[in-house]
Structures are given as structure tokens and as C-alpha cells.
């Protein structure tokens, strides 16, 4: 049995895609997940960060839990890992005001209370505590990620990541960093780094 993590948004759920659409119908202008080379709102939509801000919060109070979607193949490949015995965690930079909204959002989609949700601050001010210090802490030696930094903090750290390909990822490579594109080869990763 091992103790694995996971990030929330763009590797359990398909975050991005909601908020696009959701800046869609506030705006008018329809943006890709191409354009975001780096996870920063606000240049691409050509605004100022605190405005952003208020924008991706407005979309956290007010979308609905099928709203945002189940990212393809997440569902299956944690609910095996769960018939398996591991203990599994979220660690999300969402604020922790949003705590029972990602709980309610988790049990819906995932069909389970046995995922630990652990918040790590929050993103949009800067105060994320670092996943690779709460990874440590409770002896979790792998984490699935979408962020190059926090996958490059935590594979510094002795952390084994596996990291979900995005625009906002390219640049970042080492050896204990696993780069995937779907659930189904993160699935063949995990096999190759854990016995599932």
C-alpha cells in the first residue's frame, strides 16, 4: 500500500476548460488552453492580475458541480487504486474557503469519501505552502501534478511526480519527473514506480 497525491485541477478535474467557458459567456472572447504558457491568467486575457482574480473566484462561488468535469479516464484509475488499498490524497491550491465546495465536487465525481483533501494555501495570493513540504510530512513519495515548479520542488525534495502534459509545463525536466498525457499512461507510470 502506498500514499499517493494528486492536484485537483487539470489532473483530476478539468478545471480549465470550465473557466474558459465560464470567461466566455462574462466576456465574449473564447481563449484556448494552448494560449497559457504559463499558468497566469491575466496576461492572456489582458487584465490586470487583481481583476483575474475576482473573475476565477466569481467562477469558484458561483459554477456548479457538473460545471467542471471529471478529467477522461481519472475516475477508473482512481477508483483501482483505491480497490487497491493506497491511501490517497488531494492537495489543492484552491483557497480553503472553497473546502466543502471541493469536497461536495470530489464526492460527486469520484464517488467516495476516502480521499484526504488537504489545501495548501492560497494561489491566488501567493501563500501556498509547498506541496513538497505537506508531501513530506505525511510520507507521501508521489505525487501526480500539472505545475512544472511544484513538480521540479517535489522531485528536488525526493518526491517521484507524474506530470500531466499542459502548455504551461514544457520547459521542466528531471529524472524523477515523469511526463504523461492522459490517465491511461499515468496509470502505466504508477505500475512502473508502485505495484497497483
Keep these: 500500500m502506498a500514499k499517493i497525491a494528486f492536484d485537483l485541477d487539470e489532473v483530476i478535474a478539468d478545471f480549465m476548460d470550465a473557466l474558459l467557458q465560464f470567461y466566455y459567456k462574462k466576456k465574449g472572447k473564447l481563449h484556448s488552453k494552448e494560449e497559457f504558457l504559463e499558468y497566469k491568467w491575466w496576461p492572456v ?24 468535469k471529471l478529467a477522461e479516464g ?6 483501482r487504486m483505491l480497490n487497491d488499498k493506497h491511501e490517497l490524497f488531494v ?4 483557497p480553503v474557503r472553497f473546502k466543502e465546495k471541493v469536497e461536495s465536487w470530489i464526492r460527486h465525481h469520484l464517488k467516495t469519501d476516502n480521499i484526504k483533501v488537504i489545501h495548501s ?3 491566488h495570493k501567493s501563500q501556498a505552502a509547498s506541496k513538497a513540504e505537506i508531501c513530506n510530512e505525511l510520507g507521501i513519495k508521489l505525487l501526480l501534478e500539472d505545475s512544472g515548479e511544484t513538480a521540479l520542488d ?3 525534495k525526493g ?3 507524474i506530470l500531466f502534459d499542459k502548455p504551461w509545463n514544457q520547459t521542466v525536466k528531471n529524472p524523477d519527473i515523469h511526463r504523461v498525457h492522459n490517465w491511461s499512461q499515468a496509470i502505466v507510470e504508477l505500475s512502473a514506480l508502485i505495484k497497483i
Excluded: N, P, Y
Excluded at 91 to 94: D, E, S, V
Design 121 to 123: 494555501g492560497d494561489f
Design 91 to 94: 492537495i489543492t491550491a484552491r
Design 159 to 161: 518526491i517521484q511526480v
Design 45 to 68: 486575457w489582458g487584465m490586470e492580475k487583481d481583476e483575474a482574480v475576482k473573475l476565477v473566484d466569481e467562477f469558484h462561488d458561483t459554477h456548479k458541480l457538473d460545471d467542471v
Design 154 to 156: 517535489c522531485a528536488k
Design 74 to 79: 481519472a475516475l477508473e484509475s482512481i477508483t
